[in-house]
T-cell receptor, first 116, second 112 residues
Framework: EAGVAQSPRYKIIEKRQSVAFWCNPISGHATLYWYQQILGQGPKLLIQFQNNGVVDDSQLPKDRFSAERLKGVDSTLKIQPAKLEDSAVYLC??????????????FGPGTRLTVL | KQEVTQIPAALSVPEGENLVLNCSFTDSAIYNLQWFRQDPGKGLTSLLLIQSSQREQTSGRLNASLDKSSGRSTLYIAASQPGDSATYLCAVDGAGANNLFFGTGTRLTVIP
């Protein structure tokens, strides 16, 4: 079974530029998550989708971050414009069912973003 | 707001030693607690999930315990091996639907 795929793996941009990340979850997984992991910290949830609907985006900085999952499969996360403090690893995860409390999340390898 | 703390931040042990990693959380109203492993440049791999009604879970050389009332969990690794070197993260399932709050992790190095 293929895992969660993410691209690109690495991205370097200058502040105020825009960037987009892509995630393809495990086939058949209804729930998709985007996390931000700053160096030395644990991952922080940015947004959670169930199929193509948003379940939780309370920690997403909506003035610059946006995400979509139009067909309920793959997803993109965009930052526009980027700030220095956005430098982090962006992790995508998926889970099989409706995001229930005992649902195991499977993580992709992440995209490491460096903002100069 | 849930806060998760892991101590120590880093740990080095010789191969073969048994070790314990600690995790504490401030809000005991959790649904489950998970331990993850993160290797450099890679994503997270779930190791063990303990539901709030359980006291412990075991998988091979790993044993995780949960004391929900005191807000603590431990991950016990028996007979450590160099391949166990990684960062170990604990996460608790908060008020939202499968909304995980992560600790900052313990970076483990097992010396051959």
């Amino acid at each position: 079974e293929a895992g969660v795929a993410q691209s690109p793996r690495y991205k370097i941009i200058e502040k105020r530029q825009s960037v987009a990340f892509w995630c393809n979850p495990i086939s058949g997984h209804a729930t998709l998550y985007w996390y931000q992991q700053i160096l030395g910290q644990g991952p922080k949830l940015l947004i959670q989708f169930q199929n193509n609907g948003v379940v939780d985006d309370s920690q997403l900085p909506k003035d610059r971050f946006s995400a979509e999952r139009l067909k309920g499969v793959d997803s993109t996360l965009k930052i526009q414009p980027a700030k220095l403090e956005d430098s982090a690893v962006y992790l995508c995860a998926s889970s099989f069912s409706s995001g229930g409390h005992t649902d195991t999340q499977y993580f992709g390898p992440g995209t490491r973003l460096t903002v100069l | 707001k849930q806060e998760v703390t892991q101590i120590p931040a880093a740990l080095s042990v010789p191969e073969g030693e048994n070790l314990v990693l600690n995790c504490s959380f401030t809000d005991s109203a959790i649904y489950n607690l998970q331990w993850f492993r993160q290797d450099p440049g890679k994503g997270l791999t779930s190791l063990l999930l303990i539901q709030s009604s359980q006291r412990e879970q075991t998988s091979g050389r790993l044993n995780a315990s949960l004391d929900k009332s005191s807000g603590r969990s431990t991950l016990y690794i028996a007979a450590s091996q160099p391949g166990d070197s990684a960062t170990y993260l604990c996460a608790v399932d908060g008020a939202g639907a499968n909304n995980l709050f992560f600790g900052t992790g313990t970076r483990l190095t097992v010396i051959p």
